[in-house]
């Protein structure tokens, strides 16, 4: 039986991508940066350990789950790095590049590394799969869900011990495509065990109250809005504090554990308060469709469009030129991506893994 789409649920997801094309946007100062980048990505990590728990993943088989999500996640991995790989080759024709560019591009498919923002699908692959993995594998022992949130976060202490092992070994591994290649290899499923507090933090916030994120149960509006919003201001002093944050490279700042602290009261803050609204259809349209935008908006040109778009016009505006610049590189980007979107579901369904839905008679 398949269950409801939780509007709020796809209302994060919205407000998570549009933090990210804000991130890499450069209009915002550079804290702000710092703040968002350790929000946005780490709440879809977050919100993927919650729908396991709503989706009640774990009572499935691996292979079922396996396939499910290598469908949902994999595939789109693969054929958004084919476009940036076709893409490169034609650099390459046009004389802008030359083919190592191409070889990175395919190093990073085949490792399942990811070129620029695709890194996040074969993360959150396989941070689902070992999360769901070791659930599994302690079903029927006694505090079974402390047992999988602690294992969970062994494996991701001893990820920071290797990574830290690795980076003084860096040179060894550049001096040849294929040792490179092993090293991203490794890195990739470190990046998905360093998620993996992430997808339980999500989970164990179900299980533990999934009367109310299921949608019966409910909080008094103001209080909860209020709750929401404190959660959220709490983590930014937090994430500043931490400093500079990169999923991609594996950089966590000064102190990682606030790191994931900062990450958690946020998503805590913004789950909250989204509950506690009613559909709102910009957000939902932007969650549903945050694949799209996460894979596209970067590496499709848009923010190169709007960046140089934003900078031809920007001298003719003497007052709050910094707002408008905000507002026209952000909202030519999401312009750029309805476009993209209509298109992406109408005609190319299988760069997302999903079929063609035929035409009513």
């Given at each position: 039986?398949?269950?409801?789409?939780?509007?709020?649920?796809?209302?994060?997801?919205?407000?998570?991508?549009?933090?990210?094309?804000?991130?890499?946007?450069?209009t915002v100062p550079?804290?702000?940066?710092?703040?968002?980048?350790?929000?946005?990505?780490?709440?879809f990590f977050l919100?993927?350990?919650?729908?396991?728990?709503?989706?009640?993943?774990?009572?499935?088989?691996?292979?079922?789950?396996?396939?499910?999500?290598?469908?949902?996640?994999?595939?789109?991995?693969?054929?958004?790095?084919?476009?940036?790989?076709?893409?490169?080759?034609?650099?390459?024709?046009?004389?802008?590049?030359?083919?190592?560019?191409?070889?990175?591009?395919?190093?990073?498919?085949?490792?399942?590394?990811?070129?620029?923002?695709?890194?996040?699908?074969?993360?959150?692959?396989?941070?689902?799969?070992?999360?769901?993995?070791?659930?599994?594998?302690?079903?029927?022992?006694?505090?079974?869900?402390?047992?999988?949130?602690?294992?969970?976060?062994?494996?991701?202490?001893?990820?920071?011990?290797?990574?830290?092992?690795?980076?003084?070994?860096?040179?060894?591994?550049?001096?040849?495509?294929?040792?490179?290649?092993?090293?991203?290899?490794?890195?990739?499923?470190?990046?998905?065990?360093?998620?993996?507090?992430?997808?339980?933090?999500?989970?164990?916030?179900?299980?533990?109250?999934?009367?109310?994120?299921?949608?019966?149960?409910?909080?008094?509006?103001?209080?909860?809005?209020?709750?929401?919003?404190?959660?959220?201001?709490?983590?930014?002093?937090?994430?500043?504090?931490?400093?500079?944050?990169?999923?991609?490279?594996?950089?966590?700042?000064?102190?990682?554990?606030?790191?994931?602290?900062?990450?958690?009261?946020?998503?805590?803050?913004?789950?909250?308060?989204?509950?506690?609204?009613?559909?709102?259809?910009?957000?939902?349209?932007?969650?549903?469709?945050?694949?799209?935008?996460?894979?596209?908006?970067?590496?499709?040109?848009?923010?190169?469009?709007?960046?140089?778009?934003?900078?031809?016009?920007?001298?003719?505006?003497?007052?709050?030129?910094?707002?408008?610049?905000?507002?026209?590189?952000?909202?030519?980007?999401?312009?750029?991506?309805?476009?993209?979107?209509?298109?992406?579901?109408?005609?190319?369904?299988?760069?997302?893994?999903?079929?063609?839905?035929?035409?009513?008679?």
């Open positions: 039986m398949t269950k409801k789409r939780l509007d709020y649920m796809d209302m994060v997801k919205g407000i998570g991508i549009f933090g990210i094309v804000v991130m890499h946007s450069t550079l804290k702000a940066i710092w703040w968002i980048s350790s929000v946005a990505p780490p709440l919100m993927s350990g919650m729908m396991i728990g709503y989706t009640k993943e774990p009572e499935k088989s691996m292979k079922e789950i396996l396939i499910r999500k290598g469908r949902s996640l994999l595939t789109p991995f693969l054929c958004f790095s084919l476009c940036y790989i076709l893409r490169d080759i034609l650099r390459v024709v046009m004389g802008i590049s030359d083919m190592e560019e191409v070889w990175l591009g395919l190093n990073d498919m085949l490792t399942f590394w990811g070129s620029s923002v695709l890194w996040f699908l074969p993360a959150l692959f396989l941070a689902e799969s070992i999360f769901i993995g070791l659930r599994k594998a302690v079903t029927g022992r006694r505090y079974a869900l402390v047992w999988t949130v602690l294992l969970c976060l062994m494996l991701t202490v001893l990820s920071f011990l290797v990574n830290g092992m690795l980076k003084p070994l860096e040179g060894f591994f550049l001096s040849e495509r294929l040792l490179y290649a092993l090293l991203c290899v490794i890195r990739t499923f470190l990046r998905a065990v360093y998620a993996l507090p992430f997808v339980g933090a999500g989970y164990l916030l179900f299980e533990c109250f999934p009367e109310f994120w299921a949608g019966g149960k409910k909080l008094p509006l103001l209080g909860q809005l209020a709750g929401g919003g404190l959660l959220f201001l709490l983590g930014i002093p937090i994430s500043v504090a931490n400093g500079y944050f990169d999923f991609r490279s594996l950089s966590f700042g000064e102190i990682p554990v606030l790191f994931y602290l900062s990450a958690m009261l946020s998503f805590g803050g913004i789950l909250l308060i989204c509950k506690s609204l009613p559909p709102v259809k910009p957000l939902l349209f932007l969650g549903k469709n945050s694949l799209i935008i996460m894979a596209t908006h970067i590496d499709f040109y848009f923010l190169y469009i709007s960046l140089n778009l934003a900078n031809r016009v920007n001298g003719f505006i003497p007052m709050g030129n910094r707002i408008f610049f905000f507002v026209n590189v952000v909202g030519v980007i999401l312009i750029l991506e309805t476009a993209c979107i209509m298109v992406i579901n109408r005609f190319f369904p299988a760069l997302l893994g999903r079929r063609r839905k035929k035409e009513k008679g």
